[in-house]
């Protein structure tokens, strides 16, 4: 399974991207996705993550700013991000919500700065 995440950009404090995370085969519908992020210097986090039944968690950090969903159809899962924030600055990847992960994919960077 190759997955492709897009939508990152440069964006100042308070924006908001839209990323998108494309998979090359239908996952979504019978796997837990997630949204992970990896600062420079930091671990790689779990940001969000949704269910093959829908129920959806989100980490402390970005709770009513983010918003994952996905699109079986499209073998697609989306991650709004509004208010952003210089911590928000990452380099964003999607995968299973858990190991056994698929390949890594290149990831898209986001950073927040005036």
């Known amino acids: 399974v190759q997955l492709q995440a897009s939508g990152g950009g440069l964006v100042q404090p308070g924006g908001s991207l839209r990323l998108s995370c494309a998979a090359s085969e239908n996952v979504f519908s019978n796997n837990v996705m997630g949204w992970y992020r990896q600062a420079p210097g930091k671990q790689r986090e779990l940001v969000a993550r949704?269910?093959?039944?829908?129920?959806?968690y989100y980490t402390d950090s970005v709770k009513g700013r983010f918003t994952l969903s996905r699109d079986n159809a499209k073998n697609t899962v989306y991650l709004q991000m509004n208010s952003l924030k210089p911590d928000d600055t990452a380099v964003y990847y999607c995968n299973k919500g858990g190991p056994p992960f698929f390949s890594w994919g290149p990831g898209t960077l986001v950073t927040v700065s005036s």
């Open positions: 949704i269910s093959s039944t829908g129920s959806i």
